[in-house]
């Protein structure tokens, strides 16, 4: 399938919004490439990818750094079966053990799960259950957003831990392996995930962009390794990459401040209203 510029700014939109924001970027990946009547290269699908890649790494580039830096440390204390670094000793290693400690259940789940997320692709009733199960999810938020605090540090809220546990990035960390599935909602899914687990507002957040980095880096790896993605226009490729990428970094920022006012739950009705839809029309 040859792609025309419209076409390629399109998908490149669809993929920098939707990645971010609650509502699922496979979905409507999927539901767009219906739109279109077939499946782009692969190459340039890797190539939107990529763009929201670096746009994470660029919008919380210090957090990044910070990680690197912990990296030994946290996994000296992992392999060694010692506990993660408080936040007095090492904060930044702290959050580089729990950002590894999250993304092994994702990693997994999500190598054993893929072909089967594969077929959901093009099968819209299936697309259309996650959709609500998403949208249920976002919902369910209303009923932790009394007690959860608007950031870390500023002692509102009851009962809100303004420090990452171990406990908390294995419930988000678990919670991404359903994100292999077209129309469940990665940030959606960890993020309400870590706001269930009494996390603040801000760390939820943040944590959920961490986790997915190395594991959007390793997919788009593993896809280019056992897939070769062929060729492609390169006017596409860069449009497409380079649209993905303004247009991701504008809904992380815009993202951070949906979260921080408690407002995922208003993705809810959007994202039923979409698998009602799809149910309605192909049950």
């Known amino acids: 399938m040859t792609l025309s510029i419209l076409e390629a700014v399109f998908l490149a939109v669809v993929q920098g919004l939707t990645e971010w924001l609650p509502v699922s970027s496979s979905g409507h990946l999927a539901l767009s490439y219906m739109l279109i009547g077939e499946e782009p290269p692969l190459l340039f699908t890797l190539t939107l990818h990529l763009g929201t890649l670096v746009a994470v790494v660029v919008a919380l580039w210090d957090d990044v750094l910070g990680v690197l830096r912990g990296l030994p440390v946290a996994l000296k204390r992992l392999f060694t079966f010692q506990p993660p670094p408080t936040p007095e000793e090492n904060m930044e290693a702290r959050m580089a053990y729990m950002v590894t400690v999250g993304i092994i259940p994702g990693a997994i789940g999500g190598f054993l799960l893929k072909h089967l997320a594969e077929k959901s692709f093009t099968q819209p009733s299936t697309l259309g259950a996650f959709f ?146 799809l149910l309605w029309l192909y049950l």
């Open 132 to 277: 609500i199960f998403t949208g249920l999810v976002l919902a369910s938020t209303h009923f932790v957003d009394k007690k959860t605090s608007a950031g870390a540090g500023k002692g509102r809220g009851e009962n809100i831990k303004q420090t990452v546990s171990l406990m908390d990035a294995l419930a988000m960390g678990m919670a991404q392996v359903l994100a292999v599935f077209p129309g469940v909602s990665r940030s959606g899914i960890t993020i309400s995930a870590g706001l269930h687990m009494h996390m603040s507002r801000e760390n939820a957040a943040r944590l959920s962009f961490l986790l997915s980095i190395p594991l959007i880096a390793g997919a788009t790896v593993y896809e280019t390794v056992t897939s070769p993605p062929g060729n492609g226009e390169i006017t596409t490729l860069v449009v497409g990459g380079l649209v993905a990428s303004i247009v991701g970094y504008g809904s992380i920022k815009l993202l951070f401040r949906i979260v921080r006012r408690g407002a995922l739950k208003y993705f809810a009705p959007y994202c039923l209203a979409i698998g009602t839809v």
